[in-house]
């Protein structure tokens, strides 16, 4: 086998330090007999300690844990023909067992906020329903629950993690009587802390599994909140509408005064929810302090994952491999 340029790169690092060190102390070796010049004298410390500097810088270069790039965009992902993203947002986790689906139409088991309990649980089970059901109607598309560890009082069990295994256990086309198969064109993205990261990340997570961008986006939300996925978020990624859908359904009531107050009004004035109360909430939905790694699986979208303009309703003027 031959030597890779990291080896390469070593062996002769190491002959230089090492040709480096001899010198010097051939030359030290010369002054103490006499027969060299006295600048010797003065150079060999200055000598040895750039050798032992250029040592560290070798032992670390050299032993270093590193992480492997170009691991993280392999070339044989394991949907590569998949074309199409449907993502399900994630409001909520559950930790019940329920036997039967009128178990989890129930509060008990959800970890909620208190604006959620009374109803709203129903509608989320019909946003899984519904992306499992656009997931079976289309074979060329991708399904992604998302939705992060966003609740201390749910422990390390991520919005995305619980609605994938409401899917499975409720919602999953298949002979009940036989041992357990997976939907295989189904996963998760567990890092959104937003509803902007669950757009911005599921399109990250299509690209691990695919090795590219999707054709069309469809999310299944809240209807109340279209205009924010529509208007802001699609509006904030420059993604093309043509190419974008929304599957809208809401719980029982009139959700839209909090909407405009909470949501829609705060991101129409910050795009990228990167300043004051959109950014304090997110650190509030972190509370295990987990940190994505999609800036190098996507390197694509690096400078959009970190893009926080000081004039807030700035769109993002970089290159998007969406067009």
Not at 122 to 135: E, P, R
Not at 291 to 297: I, K, L, M, W
């Amino acid at each position: 086998r031959g030597k890779t340029r990291e080896e390469e790169w070593i062996t002769t690092s190491f002959h230089f330090y090492m040709k480096m060190l001899w010198d010097v102390g051939s030359m030290e070796k010369t002054r103490q007999s006499g027969r060299g010049p006295r600048r010797v004298a003065k150079f060999a410390p200055v000598s040895v300690f750039i050798i032992i500097a250029l040592v560290i810088v070798f032992f670390l270069q050299t032993f270093t844990p590193k992480v492997e790039l170009e691991s993280l965009n392999e070339d044989s992902p394991p949907f590569p023909d998949l074309e199409d993203l449907i993502m399900v947002a994630g409001h909520a986790i559950y930790l019940g067992d329920a036997k039967e689906l009128a178990e989890a139409e129930t509060d008990e088991g959800w970890v909620l906020e208190p604006y959620q309990k009374g109803g709203q649980v129903k509608t989320y089970l019909q946003h899984i329903k519904a992306g499992m059901d656009l997931a079976y109607s289309n074979p060329s598309s991708l399904l992604v629950f998302s939705g992060g560890e966003t609740r201390l009082g749910a422990g390390a069990m991520s919005e995305a993690q619980s609605y994938y295994w409401l899917a499975h256990k409720f919602f999953r086309r298949s002979d009940k009587t036989k041992p357990f198969e997976p939907f295989g064109r189904a996963t998760t993205e567990e890092h959104a802390k937003d509803s902007f990261e669950n757009l911005l990340f599921s399109l990250c997570r299509f690209r691990e599994m695919t090795g590219k961008y999707p054709r069309n986006f469809t999310i299944v939300g809240f209807e109340f909140k279209r205009r924010r996925f529509v208007e802001i978020h699609r509006h904030a990624l420059r993604f093309p509408m043509e190419r974008f859908q929304y599957l809208g359904l809401d719980p029982p009531g009139d959700a839209t005064a909090g909407e405009m107050a909470n949501s829609f009004g705060p991101f129409q004035e910050d795009l990228y929810g990167c300043h004051g109360s959109l950014s304090e909430k997110k650190k509030l939905r972190n509370p295990f302090r987990q940190y994505h790694g999609y800036r190098y699986s996507c390197p694509e979208l690096s400078a959009l994952m970190t893009y926080c303009p000081e004039k807030r309703t700035k769109v993002f003027s970089g290159e998007l491999p969406w067009g």
